[in-house]
């Protein structure tokens, strides 16, 4: 069956990166897209962005770029997203979910906390 | 960006009753809409797609109609697995937005 296991939780100081992963298994990641999304705690969802994992091609929110780089390695079957500059604002849940338009598959999330 | 405007933000009902969420797109977005189901820190399960489609395994309790540019998701003989914050989401054009969330909770 189709899964997708995000990295832990992950506490980081202002100013740093950090690096989400989500490892997918029971389907054919090479020739899928991978979306990601920003959730605070008690809102609604924000759309990052979405990378097609066959030729790592990308779109994202206007929003999110400069904040927000997709990647994917074929080779383990794992999607990336690289948060730079991080600030107070930048805390969130992040989820990764398969597909580009309608979503049936998630990761269950990355709890980011940006603190000093 | 297209704004989703959805109402009511929360909402509580009784066992079995009917109730009705509503999201109104500030532009045209066609058929291009969905509602997602989400629990207590746990990730989205999407429910209704094309606004009027039923996804795979989802109780046909659950329906979703348009009229014009308001989408609404309908959920008959109301259980307690229903509570949760629903959100529906356009995917007519990037980016992807959503509404801001139903809070649906049972007397």
């Known amino acids: 069956q189709v899964k997708l296991q995000q990295s832990g939780a992950e506490l980081v100081k202002p100013g740093a990166s950090v690096k989400l992963s989500c490892k997918t298994s029971?389907?054919?990641?090479?020739?899928?897209?991978m979306s990601w999304f920003k959730q605070i705690p008690g809102q609604s969802f924000e759309w990052i962005g979405v990378?097609?994992?066959?030729?790592?091609?990308?779109g994202y929110n206007q929003k999110f770029k400069g904040k927000a780089t997709l990647t994917v390695d074929t080779s383990s079957s794992t999607a990336y997203m690289d948060l730079s500059s991080l600030t107070t604002e930048d805390s969130a849940v992040y989820f990764c979910?398969?597909?580009?338009?309608?979503?049936?598959?998630w990761g269950q999330g990355t709890l980011v906390t940006v603190s000093s | 960006d297209i704004q989703m405007t959805q109402s009511p933000s929360s909402m509580s009902a009784s066992l079995g009753d009917t109730v009705t969420i509503t999201c109104l797109a500030s532009?045209?977005?066609?058929?291009?809409l969905s509602w997602y189901q989400q629990k207590p820190r746990k990730s989205p399960k999407l429910m209704i797609y094309?606004?009027?489609n039923l996804e795979d395994g989802v109780p046909s309790r659950f329906s979703g109609s348009r009229s014009g540019s308001d989408y609404s998701l309908t959920i008959n003989s109301l259980g307690y697995d229903d509570e949760g914050i629903y959100h529906c989401?356009?995917?007519?054009?990037?980016?992807?937005?959503f509404g801001t969330g139903t809070k649906l909770e049972l007397k």
């Open positions: 990378i097609y994992a066959g030729d790592g091609g990308t």
């Open positions: 989401h356009q995917y007519y054009e990037y980016p992807y937005t």
């Open positions: 029971g389907y054919t990641f090479s020739s899928s897209y």
């Open positions: 094309g606004a009027t």
């Open positions: 979910a398969r597909d580009y338009s309608l979503f049936a598959y």
């Open positions: 532009q045209d977005i066609g058929n291009y």
